[in-house]
């Protein structure tokens, strides 16, 4: 059990859609801290989230997760967005308080969580680094070799001396990341600003974490399954706030590329004036005989009203689930118009760029402001550009 450097047993945490009654429940809350008392009774926090009532419109956006991680492991979480993982992070850096459940964390804690988190955007990345290096109790003597190292890492020799305001946000990353990790915390975490990186710094990352992780245990938040396969010793994919599965990496994202890839194409209205219904996918088709493949995807749907100006993207991914490319008619000058009734929508991609691979096609039909959404489907597509051949879903949207 010495070991054990993160235990969670039983933590949940909720937030209200409402601004106004947020207000008030803090409040409300803020004075049974004070009191000695809990919502829920008792007081201390109460053990699960059966033991909590949640009052309207109050929702969990973390229930009841318990797992433990020990020195030497590398935990992935996993998840669509909205999943609660953020949220759960915040947790364990101490940031926000949960309402049920406990959390025990031994050992010193760099997190990684926010562009820039815990720096002052007017002082110099040098002063920043002096400031953070203190806090965490460095020596003097020991301040300009690791600022120095610091720096080396995150290769801002040039603009070390800058303010911190005037970084990149890709700057920002690697100054924090480079921080957190050469303090030599006994837990790590790290939510998904990495992806912020460039390629070669990410290589740097991903490589110190393992070079370090037989003295660390690590938490990382990462949309990329590769990311997640090649540093992780384990993982837990989180599901409306809830651990749907936790294990062994390659038995979790198993589990989570099955669950995208069968998850049914749905039509989804966020905003604008028409409505889009009854798509059918119709034909997919690729012409390989250019130097670069053409595409063809064909259309059927109803359409409520009339619709000028409609862009439409075409977004390709990997089957990790990675967004490589995207093709969007705008780009191309290429105006959509759909009339009141029954639509045939002919998408053609002249240039499919794409490397070798296995891609999923997600189609987005949006206005000319690409805000207002009338459709985003899965289509289902599966393109190959290894075998030139494009595989159809049997089902109809």
């Not at 009141?340 to 998408?347: H, I, P």
């Not at 794409?354 to 096609?361: A, F, G, K, N, R």
């Amino acid at each position: 059990m010495s070991d054990v450097l993160v235990k969670i047993d039983n933590v949940s945490k909720r937030f209200c859609r409402s601004l106004k009654r947020s207000l008030w429940y803090g409040l409300q809350d803020l004075g049974s801290e004070i009191g000695g008392r809990r919502h829920g009774g008792g007081s201390g926090l109460p053990q699960s989230s059966a033991d909590v009532q949640l009052r309207p419109d109050e929702f969990w956006a973390v229930k009841d997760v318990s797992f433990e991680l020990r020195r030497g492991e590398c935990l992935g979480l996993i998840g669509r967005n909205g999943a609660g993982k953020t949220t759960l992070l915040r947790m364990l850096n101490g940031l926000i308080k949960p309402d049920t459940g406990r959390i025990e964390m031994k050992g010193n804690v760099g997190a990684l969580i926010a562009l820039g988190a815990g720096f002052n955007p007017l002082l110099t990345g040098r002063e920043n680094l002096k400031i953070a290096c203190s806090i965490n109790g460095l020596a003097n003597k020991d301040l300009s070799k690791a600022i120095d190292q610091i720096t080396d890492f995150a290769d801002l020799h040039d603009f070390i001396d800058s303010p911190l305001q005037s970084y990149s946000s890709g700057m920002a990353v690697r100054l924090g990341f480079s921080t957190a990790i050469f303090l030599t915390p006994d837990i790590l975490i790290i939510d998904e600003v990495l992806a912020v990186g460039d390629i070669d710094f990410r290589v740097k990352c991903y490589n110190l974490i393992r070079d370090r992780l037989s003295k660390t245990a690590v938490i990382l938040v990462s949309h990329n399954t590769f990311d997640i396969q090649k540093v992780c010793t384990n993982a837990m994919l989180l599901n409306n706030g809830q651990v749907d599965h936790f294990g062994k990496k390659e038995f979790v994202l198993k589990e989570y590329l099955a669950a995208a890839k069968n998850k049914q194409p749905t039509e989804l209205s966020y905003t604008g004036d028409g409505k889009i219904d009854g798509v059918v996918l119709q034909s997919a088709i690729v012409d390989y005989t250019h130097i670069l493949p053409k595409a063809l995807i064909c259309l059927k749907f109803f359409c409520s009203i009339d619709l000028e100006c409609v862009v439409v993207r075409c977004v390709f991914f990997l089957q990790s689930g990675e967004i490589v490319a995207e093709w969007c008619s705008s780009d191309y000058f290429i105006q959509y118009s759909l009339k009141e009734g029954v639509n045939r929508l002919d998408v053609c991609i002249k240039d499919l760029r794409l490397t070798s691979s296995l891609y999923d096609v997600v189609l987005v039909i949006t206005d000319s402001s690409r805000v207002g959404y009338y459709l985003r489907i899965n289509t289902g597509i599966t393109l190959d550009v290894r075998t030139s051949r494009v595989g159809l879903p049997a089902y109809r949207i």
